[in-house]
């Protein structure tokens, strides 16, 4: 069984800065890509950015320049500093990961139950 675990949501002000983390545990045999996807009242979940094995990331372009993506191989964490924080960014942020439990590889996709940010004054 997979668990993935998020931290680091919150409250905080326009232009203020948060760091998300998840982290993956349980049967794990290799982790594929991590990543982030966030869903607002009303709207429908959309992708945030991701991040490879090799470190190969991806952005949405409403978040690129702002936001930042990095992994723990070691850890099975993905992280996302997010900076310069916007109202427009403030949704249910949830953690996303493809990963295999055993050899050989047969990867799934998981997630994590999310974690609430707001920007807000």
């Known amino acids: 069984q997979v668990q993935l675990v998020e931290s680091g949501g919150g409250l905080v002000q326009p232009g203020g800065s948060l760091r998300l983390s998840c982290a993956a545990s349980?049967?794990?045999?290799?982790?594929?890509?991590m990543g982030w996807y966030r869903q607002a009242p009303g709207k429908q979940r959309e992708f945030v950015a991701h991040?490879?094995?090799?470190?190969?990331?991806n952005y949405a372009d409403s978040v690129k320049g702002r936001f930042t993506i990095s992994r723990d191989n070691a850890r099975n964490t993905v992280y996302c500093q997010m900076n310069s924080l916007k109202p427009a960014d403030t949704a249910v942020y949830y953690c996303?990961?493809?990963?295999?439990?055993?050899?050989?590889?047969?990867?799934?996709?998981?997630w994590g139950q999310g974690t609430q940010v707001t920007v807000s004054s």
């Open positions: 996303n990961a493809v990963i295999s439990e055993r050899a050989p590889a047969r990867y799934k996709n998981y």
């Open positions: 991040i490879t094995n090799d470190g190969t990331t």
């Open positions: 349980g049967s794990i045999y290799r982790i594929n890509v």
